[in-house]
């Protein structure tokens, strides 16, 4: 008898902490399907759409294949009744370097530009020898507002270089890194190729600031202080590098900076009784376009990255859309939008916080979707899983509604690896919702983890799984069903 009455005791508050469903949200995640999914997602990353590259034909393509969605399921175009929010981007082209010894003109294949930047026309500029730039070498000289020379330390890295930060610091106004052997040139032109330009910044590149270094052969070297490399390097080795007598050098840098257009694209569903609050359900519809190198197919479709994202962010509207159609609207507004740029800088949603359609102070929530049609190989054979980070990190409430939320409806396994705040990979930091979190606006961000495919043409359609892509879609659909639902506005209680 007592066993009895402890179990129905157990199952009575199994009823209570587990929430009713609600059946209206039951009802329309149905619409939700694997099939809706797959067939959009054939589109969005198939070959034409070229690897959806920011500002690329195969980008636009994309951009109008949603707007026409989001028309069909009845949206409204938020921008001024325009499905298109403009994101305009600057590129700059190849450098073009000319470099002077006094006045004798360097040829190509005596120095490599591995940095940015332009100058106003010709500059002559003093140069000095700093030796290896060590603390020491630097203490007596003076390289403010002066070019200067340094031996360059064979693989000595470009990113984080400490000579570099050094001699900026000071206020050297250029910097060249005299390349003993000829092998280690050779390998240093081979990264030119990361400096050709062909970046792309919301910000206009101002003329002025150089940054890298141009490295020069041990003869160029030698030319530049009428004497040659083993001198230079016996006067470091020696302590003497104030001996060396100045010299001069004239340089120009050009680079050609143009404009880009590309554009986030914006629907919108009006709420109710709280309609001026707005939830955001993002994800990213640019990719990396097509490579240059490698052989075959080079179509970087991101089927997975962030096609299923995009996707999704369209079935969840469409689940939205039937339930207003059928009286049972969200009473706070929802706003789905996917984004350009990601790729590039997590462009497109930086933009949109600094050049909101809708409050920022009345945008509730982002939902953002990164990857979810995948597993990584730390879930090879696990049960239906995804990565959730940041739910904790402004709203404590946001957390425990995303938790009772998944207990309720999808029963999904939350992995929490990526949200320490130490992991080393950063990803809180790494899309789009990042761009919301940092104006104090909760998010979520959804992601399946890095797989063997990702930023590869073969993150293709065929090797994503629908029916996990399918739970992890309703499973946002419910959180923002929740979010846009209930009485209270979600509170931030963190910073
Ligand atoms: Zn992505």
Known sequence: ????????????????????????????????????????????????????????????????????????????????????????????????????????????????????????????????????????????????????????????????????????????????????????????????????????????????????????????????????????????????????????????????????????????????????????????YDHIGISTRGEGDKINNGADDDGSGTVGVLAIAKAFVQAKKEGKGPRRSILFMTVTGEEKGLLGSAYYSEHPIFPLDKTVVDLNIDMIGRRDPAHKDSAPYVYVIGSDRLSSELHTLSEATNKTYSNLAFDYLYNAEDHPDRIYYRSDHWNFAKKNIPIIFYFDGVHEDYHRPSDEVDKIEFDLLALRTKNVFHVAWEIANRENRLVVDKK
């Open 1 to 284: 008898m007592k066993r009895i009455i402890t179990l129905i005791h157990a199952l009575f508050l199994c009823s209570i902490s587990f929430a009713q469903q609600n059946p209206d949200a039951v009802k329309y995640a149905a619409t939700i399907t694997q099939d809706d999914l797959k067939e959009n997602l054939s589109i969005i990353a198939s070959d034409a759409m070229e690897g959806r590259e920011t500002g690329k034909r195969g980008q636009k393509m994309a951009a109008a294949f949603i707007a026409a969605y989001f028309e069909d399921l009845g949206l409204k175009g938020p921008v001024s009744g325009s499905y298109y929010q403009p994101v305009p981007l600057f590129t700059t082209s190849a450098p073009v370097v000319s470099l002077k010894a006094g006045t004798t003109e360097l040829t190509a294949d005596e120095f490599i530009f591995l940095g940015s930047g332009q100058t106003a026309g010709e500059m002559t500029l003093p140069l000095v020898f700093a030796g290896k730039g060590s603390d020491a070498e630097l203490e007596k000289l003076d390289v403010n507002g002066k070019a200067v020379l340094v031996l360059w330390e064979a693989n000595a890295s470009l990113r984080n270089n400490p000579v570099l930060t050094n001699l900026r610091k000071k206020g050297a106004k250029i910097i060249f890194g005299a390349v003993e052997k000829k092998e280690e040139f050779t390998r240093l032109s081979s990264m030119a190729r990361r400096f050709m330009g062909g970046g792309l910044s919301l910000e206009k590149p101002e003329s002025g600031n150089i940054s890298g270094a141009i490295v020069v052969t041990a003869e160029a070297a030698g030319k530049f202080f009428n004497t040659t490399y083993d001198k230079l390097n016996k006067a470091a080795a020696d302590k003497k590098v104030s001996k060396v007598k100045p010299a001069s050098v004239a340089y120009s840098i050009a680079q050609t900076v143009s404009e880009v257009r590309s554009e986030n694209i914006l629907g919108f569903l009006e709420g109710t009784d709280k309609k001026d609050e707005v939830v955001v359900v993002t994800a990213h």
